[in-house]
Structures are given as structure tokens and as C-alpha cells.
């Protein structure tokens, strides 16, 4: 008696595409906007934290989360499928630190993770992630920036920027007009925001959007006081 | 009878000014009877990597396979060198996971830096202990004899001919008061640009 299908439920439709990951896709695709951009100095990466009623408590849960001390991770999508793939992230990172001594290089992590959400299209009885991540690092050694995207497919991209979640098209071409090779963090940030009030409904506050930075003093969230301060240079 | 000095052999490795150097014995016994002379304890692992793998033979020789497979597909995942002080983290993490059936391998380590060229040395005991020196490492059946020649001449920023002088005698002469080691020694000493390998016949018993 099996608790589980021993088959994938990811299969193969007959024009070549698999359907569940188109969807998970659109899952991702009707998620709220991220964005993410790499800066000479560091990266940044951006989410829209809109609830839905003021009763919410908006600063008890986070959706850009740290991963090791130089990586830190947002993404679009479903939040609980976010939650497994950060405790995977975390602990992969982790196992890499307890056999290397090393803090695990964000390309690598990547890798890893990406593996974990393909195992999910071929594995017997589960589904595909619904969630897209961004994965924003500084490497120690190297001395340089990494910005990363993790699909539902398992399929991993570098970007010098980009967005995911809601109106993501209009997002990068934003980006593709704003974006220079020689930005640097304080820029990448106020560009960022700028990003993300493209396709803001309402007034943007330092309660209702989530920013995050990687540079070589490591990975953190900004408090709501600097996000604040961002949002009045741009008016 | 010991397991560790089943075999015999020593290995010895030293800190230079921007250089390193490891020496082994080439003996390789049974208790007493001497089978082979030609027996090395010292594995490239790198251009600028080299692990000596003193101990019980058959250890030395599974010990060096596998850590050669975790650092090949490192470098092929990684796309870069290891460094020495990782390689160590390597060794100790493998010699850990058997650690209630250990390898009989007391490891030394001596390299440079992929990319600083920073010279780099340790030793491990048999359950993966790490120890980071800056002056000179030992192990093997003459580590007593070794530690007491080693004290004795080495001296800090030694340049690579010095350092070649200077660990050529320390391993000889401390082999040469062990019954299970011997039967000629072969030194690497590394720099930044090369790597010069020297075959050392010394007393042959």
C-alpha cells in the first residue's frame, strides 16, 4: 500500500510543453510584483507587500528573507511554497558551510535550489513550486554581485536586472530603459522603487513594500525608517 | 602490534618565505619485511595542492582516490581551484563521517593559495582533527624523531633552496632512527611558479 503515486503528475503534453509548469508560471505571473537589480557595489531586490484589510500586522512576516549572511532571497508567487524553498535553501547552505568551512557561493546555491524545484516536475505525486525566486548574493571571495532567477521549471537565469510577479513585462522594460552597467546600490535602490510603483495601485509607504540588500557587508532587509527615507527623495 | 605502524612512513611539510615544501620516505613494509621502495605518501591534488598520506597503506591509497573524486567534482560544480585551507575542511569532513571506523591516515597538507599564492600547511589526525600551523607539520612512526629534527632547524622565511636543504635533513635523519621508514625520500617544493620534485637517496635500509 503506497502513501504516494510513484508517477509525476508533471507530464509531457503532445505539443512538448509541460502544462503544469506553464501554469505554475501563471501562478507566478499573478503574484505581487518583485523586482531585482545589480549594481556595481551590491544588488537590491524589491517585493510589494499589499494586504488586504488594515487589521494586518505588516511587519510580523517577511517575504525578503535571508539565507546565509551574504544571500538573500524574494520572490512571486504562493508564500507557503516560498516558506519549503527557503528552509531548503537555508539548510543547503548550511550542510555546504559544514563540509567546506566556506559560505557557499550564491551561483552554487542557486544551482542547488534549482534542483530541488526540478525534482518537484519529475517526482511521483507532487507538483511543481508556484513561486518564483529572486536570489540576490555578494561573493567574498570574488568580490562581485550576483542576481538570480529560480522558475517553477527548475530553469535558473542571471540577470543584470529584472522583475517577476504582476506586470513584470512592463517592469523590465523600465528596467531595460533605466538600467546602466555602472550603477551603483544607492541608485539600484531608488530604481527599485521606482520599479515597483510602475504597477503600485494606491500610495506606496514604507509599511507596504520590502527592500533588501546584498553587498560586501553582507545581506539585509531595510528597516521601514530607510525605506521611508527612499521613498521621499522620490516624491 | 599497531595498526598505524603496520606499514611505516613519515611525511613532513614545511612553511617558507612565499613557498612551501612536503617530503615522504618511500617505504612501503610488512612489519618487518620491506616489500617496496618506491611506495609515495604524496598526492598532487592541485598545481599548488598536495596531500601526504601517511599510515596504513591500503588507507593511504583509498584516502588519496577519494579525495581526488570530491575535489574533482568541486571543481568541475564550482568552476574554480580549491583552496588549501577548504581541501583541509575536505579531508577532516571524509575522515569524520568514519568516525567510529576510522582511516589509519594521519594526513598532511601543504599548498599555496589558487590566487593569492598565500603558502598554506596543516596536519589532521585520523579522525579528522585540523591543525594549521605556521612553521612545520608531522606524522608518521618517526613523528617523535621528526618533531625533534624539525624543532631543531627550521627557521621562518627559509627560500625554496633552503627550505629544500632544510626538510631533506629533518626527514632523513628522522627516519634514519625508525626501523619501519626509509629506503630513500622524495621532496616537493612548491612555489607560485613551479613545482620541483627531488628524489633523495639516503641510507637504503
Not at chain 1, 44 to 55: H, M, N, R, Y
Not at chain 1, 86 to 96: E, F, G, P, S, V
Not at chain 2, 61 to 73: D, E, H, W
Request: hydrophobic residues 40%; charged residues 25%.
Amino acid at each position: 500500500m503506497s502513501e504516494r503515486y510513484s508517477f509525476s503528475l508533471t507530464t509531457f503534453s503532445p505539443s512538448g510543453k509541460l502544462v503544469q509548469i506553464e501554469y505554475a508560471l501563471a501562478a507566478v505571473a499573478a503574484g505581487a510584483p518583485s523586482v531585482g537589480i545589480k549594481a556595481t557595489n551590491g544588488v537590491v531586490i524589491a517585493t510589494e507587500k499589499k494586504q488586504k484589510s488594515v487589521l494586518y500586522d505588516e511587519h510580523s512576516i517577511h517575504k525578503v528573507e535571508p539565507i546565509t549572511k551574504h544571500i538573500g532571497m524574494v520572490y512571486s508567487g504562493m508564500g507557503p511554497d516560498n516558506r519549503v524553498l527557503m528552509r531548503r535553501a537555508r539548510k543547503l547552505a548550511q550542510q555546504y558551510y559544514l563540509t567546506y568551512q566556506e559560505e557557499i557561493p550564491t551561483p552554487q546555491l542557486v544551482q542547488r535550489i534549482a534542483n530541488v524545484m526540478q525534482e518537484y516536475t519529475q517526482s511521483g505525486g507532487v507538483r511543481p513550486f508556484g513561486v518564483s525566486l529572486l536570489i540576490a548574493g555578494w561573493d567574498m571571495d570574488e568580490d562581485r554581485p550576483y542576481l538570480f532567477q529560480c522558475d517553477p521549471s527548475g530553469a535558473y537565469f542571471a540577470w543584470k536586472a529584472t522583475a517577476l510577479g504582476k506586470n513584470f513585462v512592463n517592469g523590465k522594460t523600465f528596467l531595460e530603459k533605466r538600467y546602466s552597467e555602472d550603477i551603483e546600490l544607492e541608485d539600484a535602490v531608488h530604481t527599485a522603487i521606482l520599479t515597483l510603483k510602475e504597477s503600485f495601485e494606491g500610495q506606496m509607504t514604507e509599511d507596504n513594500i520590502e527592500v533588501g540588500i546584498s553587498n560586501s557587508s553582507g545581506f539585509r532587509r531595510l528597516t521601514p525608517a530607510e525605506v521611508k527615507d527612499y521613498l521621499a527623495s522620490i516624491g | 602490534m599497531s595498526i598505524m605502524s603496520y606499514n611505516g612512513g613519515d611525511v613532513i611539510a614545511m612553511m617558507g618565505k612565499n613557498c612551501v615544501a612536503i617530503a615522504c620516505d618511500r617505504r612501503f613494509g610488512i612489519q618487518a619485511q620491506t616489500v617496496s621502495t618506491d611506495f609515495d605518501k604524496i598526492f598532487e591534488m592541485g598545481p599548488k595542492l598536495f596531500v601526504g598520506l601517511p599510515g596504513l597503506a591500503t588507507d593511504t591509497q583509498t584516502v588519496a582516490q577519494r579525495l581526488k573524486f570530491r575535489l574533482n567534482l568541486y571543481t568541475l560544480r564550482e568552476n574554480r581551484a580549491m583552496k588549501p585551507k577548504t581541501f583541509m575542511s575536505v579531508v577532516s569532513n571524509l575522515l569524520y563521517e568514519k568516525r567510529f571506523g576510522p582511516y589509519f591516515i594521519e594526513p598532511v597538507v601543504a599548498g599555496l593559495d589558487p590566487k593569492t599564492n598565500e603558502p598554506f600547511i596543516c596536519s589532521l589526525d585520523l579522525i579528522g582533527c585540523p591543525m594549521v600551523t605556521d612553521d612545520f607539520v608531522v606524522s608518521g612512526t618517526a613523528s617523535e624523531q621528526m618533531y625533534g629534527m624539525c624543532e631543531s632547524l627550521w627557521q621562518p622565511d627559509l627560500g625554496p633552496d633552503d627550505l629544500f636543504e632544510t626538510i631533506s635533513q629533518a626527514l632523513m635523519n628522522a627516519v634514519d632512527r625508525d626501523a619501519v621508514s626509509g629506503w630513500s625520500a622524495k621532496d616537493y617544493v612548491i612555489e607560485a611558479d613551479k613545482v620541483t620534485i627531488k628524489t633523495l637517496k639516503a641510507r637504503m635500509d
